[in-house]
């Protein structure tokens, strides 16, 4: 028995060890279509639509045949004593006979099958509840954009950490021979200083930069593997890199992309809400409206003075009723009416709201493919502005060797030439993350769901 414990032991630590060690590796696509499959919130927006199927079924089934069955057992423990005349039974008048009438226990059986005739309730209940479907749909579908423009985000932002690493590990790298080389010119005799010092500060400044990215890079991985779904500790090799992105965002030609109203999730999700205040307002109008249910009823009932129920030979009674109501509302204090009214309110609201939501949507699209071209035009200008700035720190290298240019030149050119190498690299996570912004509000990705 110990032993077997030993390697279920064994086995549960070298299970949970492997997983812990399981690696991924994604493409920017691959990472997405990933997290449209597994993220946290996508799993639940799936479980909302499958509450909004029940939903509906359950709606569904309320004017479907309901069948009940019910067992009664009854032990008259005390019976009911009832007083006769005695003159009845030849006792003089005046005098009363106690009776008891009926047996001490009673079982009844009873089956009753009901079913909804009409009711104008259950008929706009059944419109809602398809609508209701149609709003969880969509509600899923913004969803899944949201989940795709957060995977996007993120693996951009471990793509921007670890570009930013390498471009200081190089500068740190560029910058400690320059101060092996420099100080060893003062000690020579041929240099200041303070050339020195101003090296030491700019390298200082680069080695603290460069702790703070890893830091910052680790956190980026972990936001990542959270917008994936998967443990913030696990390891994901992210194979694609941000200049091949940004090209491909570029050359995408979604900024010639047709906007189209009614594909925008979030219009679908405010008619959607339109389209449920206005079958309340049916709603409301249909408990004007008679309705009317049918039943069947079946029974059997046994009586005796003794719990005999279970013997073959007990006697059982059979009864059956068939029947059909109507209720027809007449007067509500206008109850009714006031409720009509409210519906009616909430209707002019809710179209009030759609209008509202049309510009909105409207001034998103101008801001987000705003935002995509200006963030297009900003790369272009970083990459001009990188290829500038290393000239300037290049010739400014040349001239400080040579003795021409003093070490604030160089620091200055340097500290220029860093600033544009974090200028470009952003501006090419701008690039990707405006691309996705434009994305959702056009509603072009393909996000696997079936569009009629």
Partial sequence: MKRLVLVVSLLLALSAEAQQAKQYSFSLDEAIQFALDSSYTAINSRREIAKALKKKW???????????????????????V????????????????????????????????????????????????KVFVEYN????????????????????????????????EKNRQTLSENLRETRATFESGFAEEEDVEQLQITLLQIENDLRNAIRMNEISRQMLNLALGISVDAAVNLED?????TMKEIGSGIAEEAFIMDENVDFKIANNLTSQRELELK??????????????NYGTTAF?????????????????????????????????????????????????QLQETIQQIELEYHRSMSNFEYAVAKYDAATQNLRLSERVEGKNQV??????????????????????????????????????????????????????
Avoid: C, H
């Fill in 82 to 129: 009832t007083p006769l005349p005695g003159e009845l039974v030849g006792q003089d008048p005046g005098t009363f006979v106690p009776v008891i009438f009926g047996v001490k226990q009673q079982m009844s059986l009873t089956a009753t099958l009901r079913q909804l005739i009409f009711d104008g309730s259950y008929l706009v209940g059944l419109q809602a509840a």
């Fill in 283 to 296: 709603l409301e109008k249909s408990k004007a409206l008679p309705s009317l249910n049918g039943f069947v």
């Fill in 241 to 245: 890199n941000l200049s091949t992105l």
């Fill in 399 to 452: 001239k400080f060797r040579e003795g021409i240019a003093s070490s604030f030149d160089l620091r200055q050119a340097q500290t220029q030439l860093y600033n544009a190498q974090q200028a470009y690299i952003q501006s090419m996570v701008d690039v990707i993350n405006a691309k996705a912004a434009l994305e959702t509000v056009l509603n072009t990705p393909d996000l696997g769901l079936n569009k009629e």
């Fill in 304 to 352: 005796n003075q003794d719990f005999v129920f279970f013997k073959s030979e007990t006697p059982w009674y059979q009864s059956s009723i068939l029947g059909v109501s109507m209720n027809i509302p007449i007067f509500s204090s206008l109850l009714r009416s006031a409720r009509t009214q409210q519906a009616k309110i909430a209707l002019d609201q809710s179209q009030t």
């Fill in 58 to 80: 359950e709606t569904t089934a309320s004017g479907l045949p309901q069948i009940d069955g019910a067992v009664d057992y009854q032990n008259q423990l005390k019976q009911p």
């Fill in 137 to 168: 749909d969509n509600a899923n579908e913004k969803t899944l954009l949201e989940v795709r423009k957060g995977v996007i985000n993120a693996y951009g932002g471990v793509l921007l950490a670890e570009e930013g690493i390498d471009i200081l």
